[in-house]
């Protein structure tokens, strides 16, 4: 291993993502010489911790990513221990003993001597009792704990000092449950470079390469604007991050793979899922992304600088999961002139005639219903351009404060099939499922609240979490909101019209029922146009048909200079999120494709530039 240079690789950005991730990340040698350090993987996402919960309540021995297992390790064992990389997931779950377990027991079987550790302390669920009789709120919504029986999963955010702390007691692999993202990256570098609790740009640095990879190639050219210029995307290389002492590093590919890493690319995956870059809170510090900036080096090489750390937060954030309710849905198909009015026309009826036996069976309306025609632009609202669509689908889709609820519309949805208006059809096979409702619940809890460990060969290490990360600087004050009032454009007569897809890129994703959007110009001369035509309330009227009905919508952005972008954060914009949502896009992630359609205006001499 490199004293200069550690070399990490990212495999997963979600659970279900490739398994031919970790087989490509061992394959080839490294430009910069020899294998990778470290592979990490990142497989957790608040909901994916409900449905881990549920198949541990099923059978203690589960409750993790049994792919990680059977998909990235089982296959490569011999090959990790002969180069000697070390493995760093959060794929334990809510069950990260059981996960460590398995994986030894596979290593024994192949007859290797792998050390495999596994970090204790991010379930809290066995609190759950306590946090309802404290009166926990809500961190965002200020709502009550939820009902005690409804809690399905309760974890902290841990950070990467005990994973490192795992590697220092001599680890191959680590195991975690839930941490933030970033921190499987995190944690190799504290242990590779040494650095403390006090290195806090160092920190920084480190979890924006872990930013970086969380995602996958999402990086590499994974949903980039400029999908086109992306050659062999069915080839596509995973990240790797080439990190130096400092925390300054540069984002690569493995060579010979599909893919592209260049500044858009990169930068699009840095505002991805932010909020605001000048405080973007994580339990080992607090970073500064707002003057990072971003230089092509070489063929798929970007060079990052510009992370600043301060202290970190004095609590964990922990996130719960609850049932409440019960939701369900389908697609159809309605072709044939006028096929959006057709298909509306239909959700209609349905609607109707569930509502009527509810009554006749003194049965509550539904709380929440959600129609959209995707062919007719419906994700535009008043911004579509067509005026009539031959050919739509139908998104159909409640939720219903009893079980019985939802199973009538989907009956009414089946039976009302044969009255219909014509050209209805659908791609049969299976039938729509009943679903509880599980929503997010976040919360702050103080750190000392929580025992960390660390499990290896045998042996427990506890893990001091409290020390030196108190903040002095309240989180208000880190806020550094842009004034839209800086750098206004006077307009000369004859400027021209051009879609912002031309002026920049841009990226979107979730954060519970925030959206974040990041728009990135390509040219620092574009910026002040850009920010003259994304106005809050421009943003706000382009997303007005997603807010809560009587919601003027709240929207906030902020500037990153380093990177020439603005990142906007839309709040209660996501009809509850992730699976609690109705909607067809329930976590936002293109939403940056609505935005880029927005008209900018510049100087004629500019546009015959593009």
């Not at 990235?72 to 000697?84: S, T």
């Amino acid at each position: 291993m490199s004293q200069n240079i550690l070399k990490i690789g990212g495999a997963s950005g979600f659970w279900g993502d490739s398994a031919q991730a970790t087989a490509q990340l061992l394959q080839s040698d490294h430009p910069v010489g020899g294998h990778l350090d470290y592979i990490v993987y990142d497989y957790l996402a608040e909901i994916t911790m409900s449905l881990l919960a549920r198949a541990r309540a099923k059978d203690p021995t589960m409750g993790y990513a049994h792919n990680f297992l059977s998909e990235a390790m089982i296959p490569n064992l011999q090959r990790i221990a002969r180069q000697g990389v070390k493995i760093i997931a959060n794929a334990g779950g809510v069950n990260p003993e059981a996960c460590a377990s398995a994986l030894a027991s596979a290593i024994d079987k192949q007859g290797l001597h792998l050390k495999v550790a596994w970090v204790e302390g991010d379930d809290l669920v066995h609190l759950k009792q306590s946090f309802a009789d404290e009166k926990q709120t809500e961190m965002f919504t200020g709502a009550n704990f939820p009902a005690v029986d409804s809690v399905q999963s309760i974890n902290a955010y841990l950070g990467a000092f005990p994973i490192a702390e795992a590697l220092s007691q001599g680890a191959d692999i680590v195991i975690t449950g839930r941490c933030v993202d970033s921190a499987v990256t995190l944690g190799a570098c504290i242990h590779h470079f040494n650095w403390t609790r006090k290195d806090l740009d160092q920190l920084a640095m480190g979890s924006l390469a872990g930013h970086i990879l969380e995602c996958g190639v999402q990086a590499t050219g994974g949903n980039f604007t400029d999908w086109e210029q992306v050659p062999a995307r069915e080839y596509i290389g995973y990240p790797i991050a080439e990190i130096e002492a400092d925390g300054t590093f540069t984002c690569t590919k493995p060579e010979n793979t599909g893919g592209l890493v260049n500044v858009g690319t990169v930068a699009e995956q840095l505002v991805y899922e932010i909020g605001d870059p000048n405080a973007y809170l994580l339990p080992d510090v607090t970073c500064d992304f707002s003057e990072v900036r971003l230089e092509q080096s070489g063929t798929d090489r970007v060079r990052v600088i510009g992370a600043k750390g301060r202290p970190a937060p004095r609590n964990f954030k922990v996130s719960a999961t609850y049932t409440d309710q019960y939701r369900g849905g389908s697609y159809l198909t309605f072709y044939g002139n006028n096929a959006d009015k057709r298909a509306d026309a239909f959700a209609e009826s349905v609607l109707k005639s569930s509502r009527d036996i509810f009554s006749m069976l003194s049965m509550p309306d539904f709380s929440e219903t959600s129609v959209e025609l995707l062919g007719a632009e419906s994700q535009f609202g008043d911004y579509r351009q067509l005026g009539h669509c031959r050919e739509v689908v139908l998104k159909i889709a409640a939720k219903h404060p009893e079980k019985l609820g939802v199973g009538i519309m989907l009956k009414q949805l089946a039976g009302l099939s044969l009255a219909t208006p014509p050209g209805l059809s659908s791609f049969g096979g299976n039938s729509p499922k009943i679903v509880p409702v599980v929503r997010l619940f976040s919360m702050l809890i103080p750190k000392d609240r929580v025992s960390v460990k660390v499990h290896i060969a045998g042996n427990t290490i506890e893990c001091q979490e409290t020390a030196s990360t108190e903040s002095q600087t309240p989180i208000s004050e880190l806020a550094v909101a842009n004034d839209e009032s800086k750098n206004p454009i006077a307009l000369a007569p004859g400027d021209t019209e051009v879609p912002l897809v031309k002026l920049a890129w841009g990226r979107s994703g979730d954060k519970g029922n925030n959206a974040n959007i990041g728009i990135i110009a390509r040219k620092a001369e574009y910026l002040p146009y850009i920010q003259a035509a994304l106005t809050t309330e421009n943003v706000v009227a382009r997303f007005a048909h997603f807010f809560a009905e009587g919601d003027g919508g709240k929207v906030e952005q902020f500037l990153l200079p380093g990177l020439n972008a603005i990142n906007f954060l839309l709040r209660d914009v996501l009809g509850g999120g992730g699976i609690a949502s109705l909607r067809n896009d329930p976590q936002a992630k293109g939403y940056a494709q609505l935005l880029l359609d927005t008209p900018v205006s510049i100087p004629q001499s500019l546009a015959e530039s593009l």
